[in-house]
């Protein structure tokens, strides 16, 4: 490692300065957003800005409308407000530095088996949200909102519609096909492309009903960020009988393949290969 502040010689040395209890926690599955100084620490259906150097909360805000509280993975920052999703499919947005309520937009609905688990991604004023719920029969989509006021601006279903493209690569359970995008993506701004990766085909591990390659599960999505519109997509396990999602986070690297500088996008993939592809 290039760091030098903890080496063999002092590691011995280094010892806990605070711990703060996240309440009602029984396993976060959240990264905490570092921000001028501040933890932004998000659970199901609640979020805590704790101080770096003491471990001092902040604020917390907890919404107190959601009925069930999912695992919750990470929040997001725009100028000065902070973003995270409920597990019934609310973007809320608070003021980072105090924690007070600025909007709460709903996106979709719980009841036809769609909750929210990822961290959103913001890019040019843009709120990009995905979709969980794959294990249990939903149609999984990726979805633009403002940073502003929450409305939707475009909205990619990750199963197609009957008569759309990809269709015939499915039997008739289109409309719970899953292919939820449950962990968040990725955006290029030199190609203004966001490259997200969507989950398994439902049911799991019973293909019989679902013939064909079950497009566009188990794949990686290019998204033009402005409209939403698929630039090319890659399908890494069609026709997926194990569980077998792509859900890990691509990686936007430049490098040299073979000889020739290639910018790539690399995809660490639960079917046992590791991905490099043209971006």
Not at 100 to 120: H, Q
Request: positive net charge.
């Amino acid at each position: 490692s290039p760091l030098t502040q903890i080496t063999a010689a002092n590691a011995k040395n280094v010892v806990p300065k605070w711990v703060y209890h996240v309440p009602g926690a029984r396993g976060l599955r959240s990264s905490p957003l570092v921000y001028q100084g501040v933890l932004y620490i998000t659970n199901g259906n609640s979020i805590h800005a704790v101080d770096a150097r003491s471990g001092r909360l902040v604020w917390q805000y907890a919404d107190p409308r959601a009925k069930e509280a999912g695992p919750n993975r990470g929040a997001a920052i725009w100028a000065d407000k902070v973003y995270f999703t409920t597990s019934d499919n609310y973007l809320t947005a608070l003021n980072r530095h105090t924690g007070a309520l600025i909007f709460n937009k709903k996106f979709a609905d719980v009841e036809k088996g769609t909750t929210s688990t990822s961290a959103p991604v913001i890019a040019k004023g843009k709120v990009i949200v995905g979709s969980a719920g794959g294990d249990g029969g939903m149609r999984g989509f990726v979805m633009a909102l403002s940073a502003d006021t929450g409305a939707e601006l475009w909205k990619v279903y990750t199963v197609p519609a009957k008569g759309e493209k990809g269709a015939e690569t499915w039997g008739n359970l289109l409309e719970w096909g899953g292919g939820a995008a449950w962990l968040s993506g990725t955006y290029d701004p030199e190609l203004n492309t966001l490259f997200w990766t969507t989950g398994n085909p439902w049911p799991d591990y019973n293909g019989s009903v679902r013939p064909g390659d079950n497009l566009y599960t188990c794949s990686l999505l290019a998204l033009d960020l402005d409209t939403g519109k698929m630039k090319w997509y890659f399908q890494f396990t069609p026709h997926d009988t194990h569980d077998w999602d792509a859900q890990s986070w691509p990686i936007l690297v430049d490098t040299e393949i073979n000889g020739r500088p290639r910018k790539a996008v690399l995809h660490a993939n639960r079917n046992g290969f590791f991905y490099a592809l043209d971006r």
